[in-house]
Every structure is written in structure tokens, then in C-alpha cells.
T-cell receptor, first 115, second 114 residues
Framework: DAGVIQSPRHEVTEMGQEVTLRCKPISGHNSLFWYRQTMMRGLELLIYFNNNVPIDDSGMPEDRFSAKMPNASFSTLKIQPSEPRDSAVYFC?????????????FGDGTRLSIL | AQSVTQLDSQVPVFEEAPVELRCNYSSSVSVYLFWYVQYPNQGLQLLLKYLSGSTLVKGINGFEAEFNKSQTSFHLRKPSVHISDTAEYFCAVKGGGATNKLIFGTGTLLAVQP
């Protein structure tokens, strides 16, 4: 079975540029999560969706960050404009069932470097 | 609100020795507990989960964990580690109810030495 698919795996861009990270959840999963991982702050939940609707975006750091889920099989996380402090590994995860005990399944992440 | 504490940021151990990675949680409601492993340059992978029932849970790669409600702990153990077990291990808790959010600990780096 295909797992959570993230693209690109690596992104290097200059400060001020727009960055778009993409995620395809596991088919049939109706919850999707975006995380950021850094050495300093560890693993942080940025936002999560249930049935394509954002449920909790309290972890989104600032207005430069936005996330969308136009359908059940695709989500994007956008940073505009990007800054060096946004450099991190960004993970997408999906799970089935609102409020269920099902675990989250993670993609391999996008390693983002802002110069 | 739930929280998770992993007291050890790094645990060095020799190959074939036993290991225990500690995890304590706090929650005012019933919880579901998880251990994830992260190998270098990869995402998190589920090792095992406690949902209900038997307090001793067995996972992949020979790992097991024991849920202790009175001590609010969910420590991860393996009787004999391999070099390939070197990775970061994360404990996570999810409360009951409608939320799907997982609260992760800060992780423990298991460093297995030959």
C-alpha cells in the first residue's frame, strides 16, 4: 500500500521566495496533519484537517504560513515570503477516523533550507 | 490538557544489552499512547500503541511497552538491542474525545554502540 507521499523531498531557495510543500495522504484517511521538526523546537503540530476542513491551526507560526486541502487526496503548505528561520523538516501525516484511536502515518518529510 | 515527558534526551547502550526508554504522561481523561521511531532522514514510524486491555503491548522489531496507570508511565523496552536500533524514539499521547491531535514528547536518541 502507498504511504503518505510528500514532495519535494528537498527544497533549497532564497529568502523572500514562495515555497509550496505538497502532501498526498493515504487513501481513505480523513485526517491530515502538518508538522515542523527542528533541533531547537522538536516536533511541532502546525495544523490539522478533518474531512478537508481545518480543525486546529493554532500551531501555524504566522501569517506567512497557509495550508489548504482542496480535496481528500491532496494538501499544500505554503510559506510566503520565506525566511531563513523557516528552515526545517516538514512532515505530513494522515489517519482515519475523527476522534478515533487510529495512529498517524507519516511521510518521509520535506527538508527545507532557506538561504 | 495532555502532556508527555521523556526525561532522557539520549541513551547510550552497548549492542545486545537491554534498554528502557522512559515516558511519563499527564492527562485528566483516558488516553491512547504511542511510541514512534525515526531513523535518520526518514519520517516517524509507529512502533506500538496502547489503546485498552492488556497493559503490556508488543510492537515491531522486538520492542514492548508497559502501560502503568498509577505511575502515568509508558516505558519502552527491548531485551537486546542491535546497532540498527539506533534512532530517535518519540512517545505520544492522544486523549479521548473528538480531537485527533497527538502530543509528542521531545524524543530520546538511542545510540547503540558495538
Amino acid at each position: 500500500d502507498a504511504g503518505v507521499i510528500q514532495s519535494p523531498r528537498h527544497e533549497v531557495t532564497e529568502m523572500g521566495q514562495e515555497v509550496t510543500l505538497r502532501c498526498k495522504p493515504i487513501s481513505g484517511h480523513n485526517s491530515l496533519f502538518w508538522y515542523r521538526q527542528t533541533m531547537m523546537r522538536g516536533l511541532e503540530l502546525l495544523i490539522y484537517f478533518n474531512n478537508n476542513v481545518p480543525i486546529d491551526d493554532s500551531g501555524m507560526p504566522e501569517d506567512r504560513f497557509s495550508a489548504k486541502m482542496p480535496n481528500a487526496s491532496f494538501s499544500t503548505l505554503k510559506i510566503q515570503p520565506s525566511e531563513p528561520r523557516d528552515s526545517a523538516v516538514y512532515f505530513c501525516a494522515s489517519s482515519s477516523g475523527q476522534g478515533s484511536n487510529q495512529p498517524q502515518h507519516f511521510g518521509d518529510g520535506t527538508r527545507l533550507s532557506i538561504l | 490538557a495532555q502532556s508527555v515527558t521523556q526525561l532522557d534526551s539520549q541513551v547510550p547502550v552497548f549492542e545486545e544489552a537491554p534498554v528502557e526508554l522512559r515516558c511519563n504522561y499527564s492527562s485528566s481523561v483516558s488516553v491512547y499512547l504511542f511510541w514512534y521511531v525515526q531513523y535518520p532522514n526518514q519520517g516517524l514510524q509507529l512502533l506500538l500503541k496502547y489503546l485498552s486491555g492488556s497493559t503490556l503491548v508488543k510492537g515491531i522489531n522486538g520492542f514492548e511497552a508497559e502501560f502503568n496507570k498509577s505511575q502515568t508511565s509508558f516505558h519502552l523496552r527491548k531485551p537486546s538491542v542491535h546497532i540498527s536500533d539506533t534512532a530517535e524514539y518519540f512517545c505520544a499521547v492522544k486523549g479521548g474525545g473528538a480531537t485527533n491531535k497527538l502530543i509528542f514528547g521531545t524524543g530520546t536518541l538511542l545510540a547503540v554502540q558495538p
